[in-house]
């Protein structure tokens, strides 16, 4: 299974959501607004899942593809379900990426 997420990065033209494989030990605990780990660049960060996929986007190489780390927990780590879809309305009728949508209502 993969998982849409939005990485809180300051980075420019990198603000659409990024696939990473979900592994076995967290597909049971893991749901949409979840809050996670994830490797990105040389580093890691936070970043929010936004959506669940069985397959791999068009174009998308598996071997490019980099698993999740670790979830993240505790009060207000994640993203209600409301507050998600609110990020979801605000990025269709304001024309913003869905990555600035979600990052400004956590």
């Keep these: ?41 040389k580093q890691t960060a936070i970043g929010y899942v936004t959506g669940f996929s069985e397959g791999l986007p068009d174009g998308l190489d598996e071997s490019v593809v980099r698993e999740i780390l670790a979830t993240v927990s505790g009060d207000g780590a994640g993203i209600p379900g409301p507050v998600l879809e609110t990020a979801r309305f605000l990025s269709r009728n304001y024309f913003c990426d869905l990555a600035q949508a979600v990052l400004s209502v956590v």
């Design 1 to 41: 299974m993969y998982a849409a997420i939005v990485v809180d990065t300051d980075a420019p033209g990198l603000r659409q959501p990024f696939t990473y494989r979900v592994p076995d030990a967290l597909c049971a605990e893991l749901q949409t607004g979840s809050c996670v780990v994830v490797p990105f660049g």
